[in-house]
């Protein structure tokens, strides 16, 4: 019976995946998609309630508020949410974050 050599190039899915995603131009749309679920994570339960839409265009992200107070009160914070977002998702992706 004949013995099967390792390939060299041999790679795991998730390599495999990710060369996929940077050769079709995907990659940013991987990106906005992380930073988007990062709003949840990093803001918590709590601000869900006060959030109508988070999105993200051109590595900013925007999210729409439904409280004037907690927009105000997220306003103030804002660097440090675009901090704690990019920390999250391990990448220093987001360039400015947009509260309306």
């Known amino acids: 019976m004949k013995k099967y050599e390792k390939r060299s190039n041999q790679q795991t899915l998730g390599q495999a995946l990710e060369h996929f995603i940077k050769q079709s131009g995907k990659e940013e749309l991987i990106w906005e998609?992380?930073?988007?679920?990062?709003?949840?994570?990093?803001?918590?339960?709590?601000?869900?309630k006060y959030t109508d839409r988070v999105e993200v265009r051109q590595r900013v992200l925007y999210v729409k508020i439904n409280s004037p107070?907690?927009?105000?009160?997220?306003?103030m914070g804002k660097s440090?949410?675009?901090t704690n977002i990019n920390e999250e998702i391990k990448?220093?992706?987001l360039v400015d974050v947009k509260i309306f």
Not at 33 to 48: D, P
Not at 69 to 75: D, K, N, S, V, Y
């Open 80 to 82: 440090k949410i675009l």
């Open 33 to 48: 998609v992380k930073a988007e679920e990062a709003w949840q994570t990093v803001m918590g339960k709590f601000f869900e």
């Open 69 to 75: 107070a907690m927009r105000q009160e997220l306003l």
């Open 91 to 93: 990448k220093d992706f």
